[in-house]
Nanobody, 122 residues
């Protein structure tokens, strides 16, 4: 499956953005899916993930209560709703196909999207 993330941009502190990840050459309904991010000069880190059916999600402590991962298997699309954004959320965001559950490890990713930049101004 190939993944294409979109929706990044510049937003002020406290604002919201919704990222989308459209899949092609395969259907995401077969996969565990997740979002990771890579802040400037830092390692890639886990953001959130979602089970096949969408009924179970998992989040990093840093985004718990602010971010929501969802999926629309009929549209073959993964989403990340980001609310109450902070400058420390500035990063390139990647959608991913996961090979394990639960996991927060980039090494448990089998396929990455190309990334979309989110910049939160203070």
């Amino acid at each position: 499956v190939q993944l294409q993330a979109s929706g990044g941009g510049l937003v002020q502190t406290g604002g919201s953005l919704r990222l989308s990840c459209a899949a092609s050459r395969g259907t995401i309904s077969r996969y565990l899916m997740g979002w990771f991010r890579q802040p400037p000069g830092k390692e890639r880190e886990f953001v959130g993930s979602i089970f096949w059916s969408g009924g179970i999600t998992s989040y990093a402590d840093s985004v718990q209560g602010r971010f929501i991962v969802s999926r629309d298997n009929a549209k073959n699309t993964l989403y990340l709703q980001m609310n109450s954004l902070k400058p420390e959320d500035t990063a390139v965001y990647y959608c991913a196909v996961l090979t394990a559950w639960p996991t927060q490890k980039p090494s448990d990713v089998s396929s990455w999207g190309q990334g979309t930049l989110v910049t939160v101004s203070s």
